[in-house]
């Protein structure tokens, strides 16, 4: 038997857009440790674009920005598949209706809202939707990010995110009260994602970030995966309500010798 003990169990995952995805590599864990994974995207135009990607894989749609997509998620989950033993929630989205990051102060009141009702608050919906599909001891775990990423370049995704962590907090209090079900964030550092390519100045802070890791390599979306796989697993049953920080030791290393030795060169202008 695996360590993970995942065989013949069934999550859901939302949130998959490409190969490169978090969420893809999920997927691959947990179908390797004998899972079963159904995955659902936006809408079909989505599932057309990731046909050849999924295969015979099973895919329905929920648009999280739809109240009534949301809702009919549940139902759909239960007439097809039964009960899950957990889901997966790699879904984030940020809009810049200026075409470029402004200070935090300038960000216009619709782009805040939508990115924080699709990245933050779907996680709430979901898990009421998925509730009635649920095993008691199943596990749900969404996609955070790194503590230490409060750049600026990152915009109001940061604080958006912190909220996603909130959400996580009280929702695993808030299903305690008749269930056993479990919610974790593993907040990543900056990934190398189709998705991240689209933050303006994002590769900066990524190549930053790799110099500020303990080893000088960049954190790769296969160990994300892994860690989510973890959480979403029995041998994590003693996790609840937590951020796993995985970077790559950057937290903790500010003041590494060959970064600070670099900044303080003379300025040559």
Same mark, same amino acid.
């Given at each position: 038997?695996?360590?993970?003990?995942?065989? %013949? !169990?069934?999550?859901? =995952? $939302? %949130? $998959?857009?490409?190969?490169?995805?978090?969420?893809?590599?999920?997927?691959?864990? $947990?179908?390797?440790?004998?899972?079963?994974?159904?995955?659902?995207?936006?809408?079909? +135009?989505?599932?057309?674009?990731?046909?050849?990607?999924?295969?015979?894989?099973?895919?329905?749609?929920?648009?999280?920005?739809?109240?009534?997509? =949301?809702?009919?998620?549940?139902?759909?989950?239960?007439?097809?598949?039964?009960?899950?033993?957990?889901?997966?929630?790699?879904?984030?989205?940020?809009?810049?209706?200026? %075409?470029?990051?402004?200070?935090?102060?300038?960000?216009?009141?619709?782009?805040?809202?939508?990115?924080?009702?699709?990245?933050?608050?779907?996680?709430?919906?979901?898990?009421?939707? $998925?509730?009635?599909?649920? &095993?008691?001891?199943?596990?749900?775990? *969404?996609?955070? =990010?790194?503590?230490?990423?409060?750049?600026?370049?990152?915009?109001?995704?940061?604080?958006?995110?912190? +909220?996603?962590?909130?959400?996580?907090?009280?929702?695993?209090?808030?299903?305690?009260?008749? #269930?056993?079900?479990?919610?974790?964030?593993?907040? +990543?550092?900056?990934?190398?994602?189709?998705?991240?390519?689209?933050?303006?100045?994002?590769?900066? &802070?990524?190549?930053?970030?790799?110099?500020? #890791?303990?080893? !000088?390599?960049?954190? *790769?979306?296969?160990?994300?995966?892994?860690?989510?796989?973890?959480?979403?697993?029995?041998?994590?049953?003693?996790?609840?309500?937590? %951020?796993?920080?995985?970077?790559?030791?950057?937290?903790? &290393?500010?003041?590494?010798?060959?970064?600070?030795?670099?900044?303080?060169?003379?300025?040559?202008?």
């Amino acid at each position: 038997m695996s360590f993970l003990q995942l065989d %013949g !169990k069934r999550f859901l =995952i $939302l %949130g $998959l857009s490409n190969r490169k995805s978090v969420a893809w590599h999920i997927g691959k864990v $947990l179908e390797g440790e004998g899972a079963e994974v159904i995955y659902a995207v936006r809408n079909e +135009a989505r599932r057309e674009e990731l046909n050849k990607l999924l295969g015979d894989r099973p895919c329905l749609t929920c648009d999280v920005e739809q109240e009534d997509s =949301i809702k009919a998620l549940g139902p759909a989950v239960a007439e097809r598949f039964g009960k899950l033993d957990g889901f997966v929630h790699s879904i984030a989205f940020a809009k810049y209706s200026q %075409g470029r990051l402004v200070p935090f102060h300038e960000t216009e009141r619709q782009d805040f809202l939508q990115a924080t009702q699709i990245s933050a608050f779907s996680l709430v919906e979901l898990a009421r939707a $998925l509730k009635p599909c649920l &095993n008691p001891q199943a596990s749900v775990v *969404t996609i955070g =990010i790194s503590s230490s990423v409060t750049a600026s370049s990152y915009g109001f995704m940061s604080p958006i995110k912190n +909220a996603l962590e909130g959400c996580v907090r009280f929702l695993a209090k808030s299903f305690s009260a008749d #269930t056993e079900v479990r919610f974790n964030s593993v907040n +990543a550092g900056p990934l190398k994602t189709k998705s991240s390519a689209g933050i303006p100045g994002y590769l900066e &802070n990524y190549l930053f970030a790799e110099q500020l #890791t303990m080893r !000088k390599q960049a954190l *790769t979306t296969q160990e994300v995966a892994d860690t989510a796989a973890f959480l979403l697993s029995p041998r994590s049953s003693g996790i609840n309500a937590q %951020g796993i920080v995985v970077n790559a030791g950057m937290d903790w &290393n500010y003041f590494d010798e060959a970064v600070v030795k670099k900044a303080m060169r003379p300025d040559p202008s």
